[in-house]
């Protein structure tokens, strides 16, 4: 069964603070994203990677930054967060591409900035 | 990059009547879609996942895939309380990365 950890599950923070968002999966799986999802908007892509050191730049990346230490780590980093940042946080994997794609979506961070 | 959009934001119909959801894209690269479901508070399940047009059937849901006019359905059918949830399709294309649409509320009356 594959498994996508995220840690923190939940976390808060004040205008500028520094914030760093976990992710780990066991799988080997070469691609992990990060998005954030906030009502009336879905999921928002902010960061991937495809590999180890590999970072992709998003759809939403302003006040982000993302390193891919493993195969198997993936984290997200808001330097001076703000409060526009509240939101919650999900990490992914996947398995496969095409009709063979899934994705695993960890249990999400709440991220609250106060 | 790929941009989607879902309609309607909300939907409210009574326990029984088909559900109709719909989501539209920006381009024709993609070659896989999927529509998922999630309850208030929990994570993502997909329901159905479409390659090629036409139609893919996965229990009481039913998606529908035109390319040509960038449109991809979900019908929903005989459903239930327990089916009010938010409804988000999502595509993508080889390596790149999914992209989802912003939601849509179902919320099944008894």
Known sequence: EAAVTQ??????TVTGGNVTLSCRQTNSHNYMYWYRQDTGHGLRLIHYSYGAGNL?????PDGYKATRTTQEDFFLLLELASPSQTSLYFCASRMGWGSAETLYFGSGTRLTVL | ?????????SLTVSEGAMA????TFSDGTS???RWYRQHSGKGLEVLVSI??????EEGRFTAHLNRASLHVSLHIREPQPSDSA???CAMNNNNNA???????KLTVKP
């Open chain 2, 1 to 9: 990059q790929q941009k989607v959009q879902q309609s309607p934001e």
């Open chain 2, 20 to 23: 109709s959801l719909n989501c």
């Open chain 1, 56 to 60: 992709q730049i998003g759809d939403v």
């Open chain 2, 86 to 88: 938010v409804y988000l």
């Open chain 2, 98 to 104: 999914p992209r989802f649409g912003a939601g849509t």
């Open chain 2, 51 to 56: 390659f090629s047009d036409g139609e893919k």
């Open chain 1, 7 to 12: 840690s923190p599950r939940n976390k808060v």
């Open chain 2, 31 to 33: 070659d896989n879609f």
